[in-house]
Nanobody
């Protein structure tokens, strides 16, 4: 059984910071991309930040310069440092990884349960 467990969400005021964590556990053979998505009420889920196995990163324009994604491969964990938070960052944040697990010959998507981030003005 493979699990993604997220933590770090909460309620903050505009301008403050939060750090999200997502730890993957189970019979993991290899992890390719590790990503963060978010979904606000009534809106579609979209990719906020991504990091590939070679350490390269990409960000949505809306968070560039404020959010930083990083990963600890030894711990199968991805982080999202969110600074200068704005009310429009309010959403449920989902961890997503592309992994190959024991017994599988292919990579597939795995999702965390989501963590709420609320930014008040």
């Amino acid at each position: 059984q493979v699990q993604l467990v997220e933590s770090g969400g909460g309620l903050v005021q505009a301008g403050e910071s939060l750090r999200l964590s997502c730890a993957a556990s189970g019979s993991i053979v290899s992890i390719n991309a590790m990503n963060w998505y978010r979904q606000a009420p009534g809106k579609q889920r979209y990719l906020v930040a991504s990091t590939s196995s070679d350490g390269s990163t990409n960000y949505a324009d809306s968070v560039k310069g404020r959010f930083t994604i990083s990963r600890d491969n030894a711990k199968n964990t991805v982080y999202l440092q969110m600074n200068s938070l704005k009310p429009e960052d309010t959403a449920v944040y989902y961890c997503n990884t592309i992994m190959r697990v024991n017994g599988a010959t292919y990579y597939r998507n795995y999702w965390g349960q989501g963590t709420q981030v609320t930014v008040s003005s």
